[in-house]
């Protein structure tokens, strides 16, 4: 029997699950690109066999970026130093909700996914306490903010971003749509080619990506690449059960 390479092996795998998300679409290309996204090098390419990675020494703490405040000093600087001084030992891991600029939901509505709020500091700043303790943090994977370049990008129709949206007909019966919000579920946008419905599960202000376009899941490939470079090893993927929309279906 030939023993495949692992590269190739990767591949195969990769193949199978993209299949199964975009079944007319020949995925070759689109491989490609994500392992150039990930920027895999050739220890890379086999993962390790699963193993259970927390035991009862694991323990974090959960806080947003400006928790704790000191005058004349960025927060995520006191909050690396209060971790350090009174909590090392304590807990493993600390998990910082949404440090990215937003625009509403404390953090869960991004404008930009690879930018540090300027008010609480910079990417050296995460990193910072990434080397001092296991970080965690929220990969805001279901939507983004109705301020992001996408979306404006969205009513230019321009690349990134004009089919980065789901958009929906309002004539289509979405009344089996179970979420944990009152607004409508559908918001009405003016674009370049007239008016548009766009799917927000949680605000209008959170206008839901689409996954069906394969250039949405390479574009949060990119960006999980870049938290794992600053430090972040532990990724809670926010509203990850809302991801998929089939109407007509339970």
């Known amino acids: 029997m030939t023993e495949i390479a692992p590269e190739q092996h990767l ?9 199964v998300l975009y079944p007319a679409l020949d995925e070759t290309n689109l491989i490609e690109d994500m392992i150039a996204a ?12 699963h193993k259970n990675h927390w035991d009862e020494s694991d323990a974090l703490v959960i806080t947003y970026g400006d928790s704790i405040l000191r005058e004349g000093e960025w927060p995520l600087h006191t ?8 909590l090392r030992g304590v807990v493993s891991g600390v998990h910082i909700l ?12 991004v404008i930009n ?20 303790f ?11 903010s109705s301020r992001s370049q996408w979306f404006e990008n969205f009513k230019q129709r321009r690349d990134p971003g004009q089919d980065y949206f789901v958009e929906v007909d309002p004539s289509v019966d979405l009344s089996a749509v179970v979420r944990p919000r009152t607004s409508p579920l559908l918001s009405e946008v003016q674009t370049l080619d007239g008016k548009r419905h766009v799917w927000c599960t949680f605000s209008h202000d959170q206008v839901d990506l689409n996954f069906e376009n394969p250039k949405v899941l390479l574009e949060f490939i990119k960006i999980i690449r870049h938290y794992l470079d600053m430090g972040v090893k532990i990724f809670r993927l926010d509203a990850v059960a809302f991801l998929w929309k089939i ?4």
């Open 11 to 19: 591949r195969n795998r990769l193949a199978a699950h993209l299949q």
């Open 38 to 49: 990930m920027a895999l090098d050739q220890r890379c390419f086999m993962p390790q066999a």
């Open 79 to 86: 909050l690396h130093d209060f971790l350090r001084r009174e």
């Open 98 to 109: 949404p440090f990215y600029p937003y625009s509403s939901d404390d953090g869960f509505s």
């Open 113 to 132: 996914y690879v930018e540090v709020n300027p008010s609480l500091g910079d990417w050296q700043d995460v990193s910072a306490i990434a080397r001092d």
């Open 134 to 144: 296991d970080l965690m943090a929220d990969l805001v994977i279901n939507h983004c």
């Open 247 to 250: 109407p007509g279906t339970n």
